[in-house]
């Protein structure tokens, strides 16, 4: 909500701009990378990844954009444990609605994103559910409950999605901006493994019972700079 | 603002929209549905007070006077057997079944279902016949096996 209210600043400050000199925009092409993933990676043995975005910017405050990554994580269940290991690319569009002053070049952008992935689910261990046995009035497993280190890996699984993007990005430098998004995306389609479930999709991140996931990261990114305009 | 509104109000629909899927409230593992019919009528329940367990355990049913239990069936093996106590006579059944595991959800994760339901061997003491009804256990809401006593 903070954000909401720094702009809500900034387009009462934009009445006495009328007179003044128009300032030119950096368009470019801008790389960077999130850094997020790169520090769960460091952190947690259950996952790796990396995302690399990039944007280009068409008009002054529209840019083409997209997301490029693999992830290979470990999700660790009540009574089973899998390992989803792919890529991802996703393209879109991000909109600034940021009113700058003078020569600054911060955003707080909508967008949407069309996604793919492809990976592969393997199914490491699990337990086989059964519901405890009342004796006395106590309620407990009747027999040793069923483990199985099944390691069974199904590969060519696919999944694509659309994603409602927010986020904002600062420039801290002459053209080094730090950013962070969230995304807000539904499964269109996904293949399936047999006798399993895509319940982690890498770019789409843990999917929801309603199919919808949700995704941050936090990006350093630097444009490189085409042309003035 | 206008703008703001809508789009916050769109990202809050869209949080709503992630429901965790917690408490596994599927159906898992059956269990073996035993049905208790008389000999004579053989389309009617008859109730039978019995101890039932399962050979080197804890009895399921003490003194219990049902029309039919449930009894669970080990995944990890390919057989069990059953006493069944009635007014101090004992009988016993080796059930010999397949299994077979199958995802159900995230919260449940797997659950097994038995297939090739057959006996192995049974005693006849206070039972006088043993039909399977049905060799598929998949779900609870049938009798698999009748005992007619």
Redesign the interface.
């Known amino acids: 909500m903070a954000f ?1 209210s720094i ?2 600043v900034a387009q009462q400050k934009n009445v006495s701009q009328k007179d003044s000199i128009i300032y030119q925009k950096n368009y470019g092409l801008r790389l960077g990378v999130d850094m997020s993933k790169l520090l769960i990676g460091a952190t947690d043995d259950h996952f790796s990844g990396y995302e690399l975005v990039g944007d280009y910017r068409i008009q002054k405050d529209l840019y083409i954009a997209g997301e490029i990554g693999f992830i290979e994580k470990t999700s660790d ?4 444990n899998f390992t989803t290991k792919g890529s991802y690319i996703t393209v879109g569009f991000n909109k600034n ?1 940021f009113q700058n002053w003078l020569e600054m070049d911060n955003e707080i952008y ?1 967008g949407a994103r069309y996604g793919f992935s492809s990976f592969s689910q393997k199914v490491n261990t ?6 405890g ?1 009342e ?2 009035g106590v309620s407990s497993a ?3 409950p ?1 483990t ?1 280190d099944l390691n069974r890996t199904y590969t060519n699984l696919s999944a694509h999605w659309i994603s ?1 993007v ?1 986020g904002l990005k600062v420039e801290t430098f002459n053209n080094l901006f730090l950013g962070a998004s969230v995304n ?1 995306s ?1 499964l269109i389609g996904a293949t399936e493994p047999n ?3 895509n ?1 982690y999709i890498p770019g789409f991140n843990k999917v ?3 199919n ?3 995704s941050f990261n936090y990006t350093l990114s630097y444009r490189i700079p085409l042309y003035k305009k | 603002m206008k703008k703001y509104r809508l789009v916050f109000l769109l990202l809050l629909s869209l949080l709503s929209a992630c429901e965790n899927d917690d408490f596994c409230t599927e159906d898992t593992t059956p269990r073996l549905i035993i049905g208790f019919y008389d000999l004579e009528n053989p389309e009617e329940f008859k109730k039978a007070p019995l101890i039932v367990w399962a050979e080197k355990m804890d009895s399921i049913y003490q003194e219990a006077s049902l029309d039919s239990i449930a009894l669970p069936l080990n995944p990890d093996s390919r057989n069990i057997t059953y006493k069944f106590s009635h007014s101090k006579e004992v009988d016993q059944i080796n059930f010999t079944y397949e299994s077979e595991d199958v995802f159900v959800s995230e919260s449940c994760g797997f659950k097994a279902i038995f297939t090739n339901l057959g006996i192995e061997s049974s005693t006849n003491i206070w039972i006088e016949s043993i039909d399977i009804n049905n060799s598929f256990i998949e779900n609870e809401n049938q009798v698999h096996v009748k005992i007619f006593h």
């Open positions: 909401f702009t809500a269940e009540d009574n089973y609605t909508y699990y337990t086989v559910f059964q519901k046995t004796i006395e009747y027999f040793e069923k199985v409602f927010l807000f539904k006798n399993f479930k319940l929801y019972v309603t919808s996931g949700v």
